[in-house]
């Protein structure tokens, strides 16, 4: 079974930093992409960057471009977040999404359905 657990949220101030993890146990790490989304009250799901599994190419959404980074460690079967430069609009449940098929997008958006299996969130609240 496809567990995946996010740590790492809390509440910090505009500006600030978070590294949000995405613990995965129950699959071949090594064979899945690893995306991170988000979703704030009343707004739809949103991509905000993409891992893949083979070469570790990444994808971020353009609102989060040269502040966010993701990597992995494949030995830990842990995909990182790491969020610096943190804005009010950057409040959000984070999640982290698998999936074995995927390629992550080189440009555009990143889609919830393209990804099998999902975490339960982590809440990211930043004050201004």
């Known amino acids: 079974e496809v567990q995946l657990v996010e740590s790492g949220g809390g509440l910090v101030q505009a500006g600030g930093s978070l590294r949000l993890s995405c613990a995965a146990s129950g699959f071949t790490f090594d064979d899945y992409a690893i995306g991170w989304f988000r979703q704030a009250p009343g707004k739809e799901r949103e991509g905000v960057s993409c891992i893949n599994r083979s070469d570790g190419s990444t994808y971020y959404a353009d609102s989060v471009k040269g502040r966010f980074t993701i990597s992995r460690d494949n030995a830990k079967g842990t995909v990182y977040l790491q969020m610096n430069n943190l804005r009010p609009e950057d409040t959000a449940v984070y999640y982290c999404?698998?999936?074995?098929?995927?390629?992550?997008?080189?440009?555009?958006?990143?889609?919830?359905?393209?990804?099998?299996?999902w975490g339960q969130g982590t809440q990211v609240t930043v004050s201004s």
């Open positions: 999404a698998a999936d074995a098929d995927l390629y992550c997008p080189d440009y555009g958006s990143l889609s919830p359905g393209d990804f099998s299996s």
